[in-house]
């Protein structure tokens, strides 16, 4: 399938949606890719002024395609992706429902709202896998929670509801699944039709206190590339397929 990523602009808003159900949105490195040119486009394009990413009411990502990520170790785009979403300088709305796992709650933190359906189960198994945190959770995660929530959830990976990310400050507001879209896209349009100069300025000055986070991306890279390598590793992502 070359329709794994699929993007809509309209009304200044461009919708990038998750479309690979049989696999609950898992990530591979041909989605990674799209999902870079998707905020490099919009980054570059003066009509697009927010981002949505979603899934469906059912599911947002479980996170990355663990059998594409054995067989691809060396491969680069989670982590072109992961520079580019720090990057990225217009406002990004993320719809989630069912599943974000991994990469699919970590690529939240990058977000500037989120919302989230009563059937969302977010989950950080970084090191049940042998791994280490990414996308700049490790900075990110304690800034917004503490360190010792942080602790718990990047380090024992429990499962969390959206209620108990709201409580955490990770999401903005607890839908209904079918409410969850049509609820994200009436923020967006508000977004959009707010005076331009003085919402994205704003939204500079909001995000001026992550001076780290380039950092912090930089060496969590190293250390989950290092340990992509492992014994430990290997032998828990072979796992998953037994």
């Not at 905020?39 to 996170?63: K, M, P, W, Y």
């Not at 977010?122 to 360190?147: D, I, M, R, W």
């Amino acid at each position: 399938m070359d329709n794994l990523i699929t993007t809509i602009e309209r009304n200044n808003i461009l919708t990038v949606t998750l479309n690979r159900v049989d696999k609950k949105n898992a990530l591979s490195s041909t989605m990674y890719h799209q999902l870079s040119a998707a905020l490099t486009h919009a980054s570059n394009t003066q009509s697009i002024r927010c981002v949505v990413i979603q899934g469906d009411e059912n599911c947002f990502c479980a996170g990355n395609d663990l059998e594409d990520f054995l067989k691809h170790p060396d491969d680069l785009a989670a982590l072109d992706f992961i520079n580019v979403l720090e990057k990225f300088d217009k406002p990004l709305i993320a719809a989630v429902a069912g599943p974000a796992v991994g990469i699919g709650t970590t690529l939240l933190l990058h977000c500037d709202m989120v919302f989230a359906a009563n059937n969302s189960k977010f989950k950080l198994p970084f090191t049940q896998l042998g791994l280490c945190p990414e996308a700049g959770s490790s900075y990110l995660l304690p800034n917004l929670v503490g360190h010792v929530r942080a602790f718990e959830l990047l380090v024992l990976g429990n499962t969390f509801s959206a209620e108990q990310a709201l409580n955490y400050g990770l999401i903005n507001q607890v839908c209904e699944p079918s409410e969850l879209l049509t609820l994200t896209h009436t923020t967006a349009e508000k977004i959009v039709n707010l005076p331009y100069d003085s919402m994205m300025t704003s939204l500079r000055l909001i995000k001026n206190n992550k001076a780290s986070l380039s950092q912090a991306i930089k060496v969590e890279g190293e250390e989950f590339s290092r340990l992509i390598t492992t014994a430990d590793c290997k032998n828990k992502l072979s796992q998953f397929f037994k």
